[in-house]
């Protein structure tokens, strides 16, 4: 049986195929020479060869020392409907100043070929409108954004809606995507056309702006003691740190194998013959390798240098981390092809068949002894959460540098920014801080359907809207804690029969008597139960009183009985009676969440309460 021409014709006609998609971590650049005077292909492909060299000479010489976290920027010459372009794909890992460095070779290219147009996507999409979201026009959306975005003559350029050809009622703007083709088409025959705004090129380049200056600032050298052929492999090929810290950083059971021996000469690196050199890493590399936590394996046990002072303490222990990180690098069978590996194996074959000798004493002490501060990695919570809130607590001097490093807090402080413009623009919708109108091409059409839902004299859609007070009052109380005084809102009391009669209460109106009173009696039922099986006894028992007494601010009562109304009570000296259960729960909710965002962070965080930080756990991991 014969396959059919079109292999996605069963999907229905004008169906091209699923988007593709780039990985995560990547960033996706094509490079596109439009001039009329080159007509043909051998003419397109000798100014794009000459685009390639003055970009290898152009990073040769910028990034003569630079520290990639995974891959580096690099240009190919490719052909698609023959149309030649230069394209590189590179994986930044979790380096986002690495993302931001190509951005900032391909602009300074695009200033030096003026028939260069530059097109640069991320796993996002068009990343740079992301960064530009705040001054973006309303109808520019990720829906229609794709190839509309270019770089040119150092310039962020936008290519505008265009009109269809005029039918028998109007004429309708083009409002999707646009195809490579017709992006170039229309760049060929409306150049003055096309947009370019300094607000939103301003904003999509606003992490440019210190560069070039920024590229040496996201390098970091640190003294640390390793093996002398350790050493010699990173004086030869300094940009295999990156490799061997990911390493390092991602291991395995499987991968730390090797360490687990206790015959050391099995090893590439045996942990012998240490010698102290400065080492270069990306920040965001040394900030992995300095944070792990990392007991000593077998193969290294009693190995590393005796010492009392605490610098010379912490050079040996990154030393070991750098040096594991090698050996599980070499040592897995995954990484032998990678370009990184057959280098070192080069290198070592070198030394074991006499070709190189291994540096020595007086050798190492001329090279450049560097070790740069590290307060960056320091991080004052406090200073963390006033930033976050947007207030500087004390004098300028005092709130600079406290945590992270200078472009971190700015970035920081932008992000604040931009957030309390949104929450505070009144006409925010759900697309964002801007009015949704008729050029919203999401809208498939339903305008029929608007009738059908209820809305209040104000604007509100009556099913989905949110009392913030009634949340905030369900949620104290949920919580035990007292509720807010309010002086209008005596009209509502609680009755007698405790928490689950005043609920039946609210529930019950003239209209529903009927319904109102089974309810009652259902959970009149429901709590018989739950007291007969002990389930609404949350009461600490004595040895959880003595274990927190003094923990917790207020002290805790025994009940006279386990019914509903006996959960907290208070006494004449003191303030607040807290749950023991409740807070226990809440604090392993907010500990379980490992430092990230969670829904008991986001509670405390909304009834403005802050919680401690865990400090209490020093386990080493392997």
């Known amino acids: 049986m014969d396959a059919p021409e079109n292999d996605f014709q069963w999907f229905g006609e004008g169906f ?7 990985p995560e971590d990547c960033i996706e650049y094509t490079l596109y020479i439009i001039d009329s005077k ?31 976290q995974r891959e580096s920027f690099s240009l190919e010459i490719q052909t698609v409907d023959q149309l030649p372009f230069l394209r590189g794909q590179t994986n930044y890992g979790d380096s986002i100043e690495d993302e931001w460095l190509i951005v900032y070779l391909l602009r300074e290219l695009s200033r030096r070929f003026t028939k260069l147009w530059i097109k640069v996507v991320d796993a996002d999409g068009e990343f740079l409108l992301v960064e530009a979201a705040n001054a973006l026009p309303r109808w520019l959306n990720p829906e229609i954004a794709d190839n509309r975005v270019w770089l040119h ?28 083709q017709e992006a170039h088409t229309f760049i060929s025959a409306n150049p003055s056309k096309i947009i370019h705004s300094p607000t939103i090129e ?37 940009s295999s740190i990156s490799p061997a810290v990911e390493a390092f950083y991602l291991r395995d059971p499987i991968a730390m194998q090797p360490l687990q021996a206790q015959d050391i000469k099995a090893l590439s690196f045996p942990p012998a013959d240490f010698v102290t050199m400065s080492v270069k890493f990306s920040k965001v590399g040394y900030a992995q390798l300095k944070s ?49 590996v057959r280098e070192i194996q080069l290198l070592l074959d070198d030394i074991e068949s006499g070709e190189d000798t291994l540096p020595t004493d007086e050798t190492i002490a001329s090279w450049d002894m560097r070790q740069d501060d590290e307060s960056w990695l320091d991080i004052n919570f406090e200073d963390f959460e ?24 700015e ?17 925010a919708g759900a697309e964002g801080a801007e009015d949704l109108d008729d050029m919203d091409y999401d809208d498939d059409d339903d305008d029929d359907d608007d009738d059908d839902s209820e809305i209040s004299s104000e604007g509100e859609d009556k099913d989905v809207s949110f009392n913030e007070q009634e949340f905030a009052r369900m949620m104290r109380e949920m919580m035990g804690m007292p509720p807010e005084e309010d002086p209008n809102a005596n009209a509502i009391k609680p009755s007698s029969n405790g928490k689950a009669a005043s609920r039946v209460g609210e529930l019950d109106s003239d209209d529903e008597e009927g ?108």
Not at 161 to 167: F, K
């Open 153 to 180: 003559n150092g310039k962020l350029l936008i290519i505008p809606l265009q009109h269809a050809p005029a039918g028998r009622d109007r004429t309708a703007p083009i409002t999707r995507s646009l195809s490579l």
């Open 202 to 238: 301003d904003e999509a380049f606003y992490r440019l702006r210190n560069y070039p200056k920024q590229i040496t600032e996201n390098l970091q050298h640190s003294l640390i003691t390793i093996p002398r052929k350790l050493a010699y492999i990173l004086k030869k090929r300094p």
């Open 411 to 427: 970035d920081l402080r932008k992000m604040v920014e931009r957030f309390e413009q949104f929450l505070n623009d009144d006409k």
């Open 386 to 409: 006033r930033e976050l809130a947007g207030k500087k607590g004390g004098s300028a001097n005092t709130s600079a540098g406290n945590f992270g490093d200078k472009t971190a807090q």
């Open 515 to 622: 319904e109102g009173e089974e309810i009652r009696k259902v959970m009149q039922r429901m709590e018989a139960e739950l007291n007969e099986a002990d389930a609404l006894n949350l009461d600490p028992t004595p040895r959880k009183i003595a274990a927190t007494k003094g923990g917790v601010k207020g002290k805790l009562k025994g009940v006279e009985s386990p019914d509903m109304n006996g959960l907290v009570e208070k006494s004449d000296d003191e303030d607040v009676d807290i749950d023991f259960n409740l807070a226990k729960n809440l604090l392993e909710s907010f500990k379980g969440q490992a430092g990230m965002a969670g829904p008991g962070g986001n509670l405390m965080g909304m009834l403005g309460m802050q919680l401690p930080r865990d400090e209490d756990d020093g386990k080493e991991v392997g």
């Open 38 to 68: 080159l007509k043909t292909s051998a003419d397109i492909r000798a100014v794009l060869k000459d685009v390639q060299r003055t970009a290898t000479d152009f990073t040769r010489e910028l990034l003569k020392d630079y520290i990639w």
């Open 16 to 22: 091209q195929g699923f988007p593709k998609k780039l």
């Open 292 to 340: 792990q936590q990392f007991s000593v394996p077998p193969a290294w046990s009693g190995k590393l240098p005796k010492n009392s002072i605490p610098k010379e303490v912490q050079q040996a222990e990154m030393g070991m981390k750098v040096s594991c990180g090698f050996e599980m690098l070499v040592a897995d069978p995954q990484n032998k092809d990678k370009k990184a």
